[in-house]
């Protein structure tokens, strides 16, 4: 089993590829914020995993493996958050002006995440969304669900990062 070094710490972390839903404790720098890493200069290659569980959802039944250790590629990952209970504080300021936080409905892979984005009161969710440059978008105070596990509970989770370019955005009528 691997040892951590004395400048590193194990956070219990959600992950979310296109067909699996990946849980265990990533290995990273005691310095990391671990809720918008992945948004950092300094976020690795692959994502190194302690004892990880991987819900594969590719088939007709949920598949459930275990590892002592994992390495993850950063590139097949399209969502990701610490696991609850424990969070990072929130990453804007409330009381930033002209900003709003846009209700949205996020479909990543078969999981469903309803939370708000952090938008311009001047543009609309299209315009953000297209305008926006950034590799990964956070997402806040997000109900996670997923449709096709009918056995697993909403999970709230107070921050996330997503891959913008790898998911779908809805905006509830």
């Not at 914020?33 to 959802?57: C, D, M």
């Not at 250790?69 to 990072?88: S, V």
């Not at 949205?104 to 309803?114: A, D, E, Q, S």
């Not at 952090?118 to 978008?137: A, E, F, K, P, Y």
Request: positive net charge; contains cysteine.
């Amino acid at each position: 089993m691997y040892s951590l070094a004395s400048d590193e710490k194990a956070c219990g972390v959600m992950i979310y590829t296109q067909n699996t839903l990946i849980c265990g404790d990533a290995v990273t720098k005691q310095s990391n914020r671990v809720s918008v890493w992945l948004r950092t200069e300094g976020a690795p290659e692959y994502i190194h995993l302690l004892k990880s569980q991987v819900f594969n959802l590719g088939g007709s039944a949920v598949k459930i493996s275990s590892y002592s250790e994992m390495y993850i590629p950063t590139t097949k990952i399209i969502g990701f958050h610490r696991t609850p209970p424990a969070h990072d504080p929130m990453d804007y300021d409330e009381t930033e002006k002209n900003r709003k936080m846009q209700p949205i409905t996020v479909l990543v892979g078969t999981f469903v995440f309803n939370g708000g984005i952090r938008i311009s009161t001047q543009v609309d969710l299209g315009t953000s969304i297209i305008s926006g440059r950034s590799v990964w978008m956070s997402i806040y105070n997000v109900k996670i669900s997923n449709p096709h596990l009918s056995h697993m509970e909403e999970l709230l989770v107070p921050m996330l990062v997503v891959r913008p370019g790898q998911v779908s955005f809805c905006l509830s009528r």
